[in-house]
């Protein structure tokens, strides 16, 4: 069972991420947070550019954070954004988790209010290329 502190531990890394997010063409503010293998916190937001699509994801911005530090597992990751629904990451960045994490690597799904939907990148990115198809 996931404990309540730790969750919203991650959830409050990724908020705090997405308000310095820099959006000014969208205005559409994401902020994501990765707890490593580890059990350390990276956050990340996403960053535009007037040259689309030069922007990066929060996700990416998140990993690479962690990247840096020299962890490489991702436990699970907390993914907060404005708006009617929630958001799910990209394509790119669903590979991107999927680089460092594995099937039942929990994304959790949330709006400025709290995380309302948890699943496994499984889920998100069935039949998921990895390094087996470079072997092929």
């Given at each position: 069972?996931q404990?309540?502190?730790?969750?919203?531990?991650?959830?409050?890394?990724?908020?705090?991420?997405?308000?310095?997010?820099?959006?000014?063409?969208?205005?559409?503010?994401?902020?994501?947070?990765?707890?490593?293998?580890?059990?350390?916190?990276?956050?990340?937001?996403n960053?535009?550019?007037?040259?689309?699509?030069?922007?990066?994801?929060?996700?990416?911005?998140?990993?690479?954070?962690?990247?840096?530090?020299?962890?490489?597992?991702?436990?699970?990751?907390?993914?907060?954004?404005?708006?009617?629904?929630?958001?799910?990451?990209?394509?790119?960045?669903?590979?991107?988790?999927?680089?460092?994490?594995?099937?039942?690597?929990?994304?959790?799904?949330?709006?400025?209010?709290?995380?309302?939907?948890?699943?496994?990148?499984?889920?998100?990115?069935?039949l998921?290329?990895?390094?087996?198809?470079?072997?092929?």
């Amino acid at each position: 069972m996931q404990d309540m502190n730790s969750l919203q531990e991650l959830f409050a890394a990724a908020s705090r991420a997405r308000e310095n997010a820099y959006a000014p063409y969208s205005g559409f503010k994401v902020g994501a947070a990765v707890r490593s293998e580890s059990g350390k916190i990276y956050a990340g937001c996403n960053v535009e550019n007037i040259s689309y699509p030069c922007g990066t994801c929060a996700e990416a911005g998140a990993i690479a954070a962690m990247a840096a530090e020299g962890d490489r597992k991702i436990r699970e990751i907390a993914i907060v954004a404005g708006g009617s629904c929630l958001i799910t990451p990209c394509g790119a960045c669903r590979q991107r988790i999927k680089e460092f994490g594995g099937p039942d690597t929990l994304i959790h799904l949330a709006g400025p209010q709290g995380i309302e939907k948890s699943v496994r990148l499984a889920d998100l990115l069935p039949l998921a290329f990895d390094e087996t198809e470079l072997k092929k």
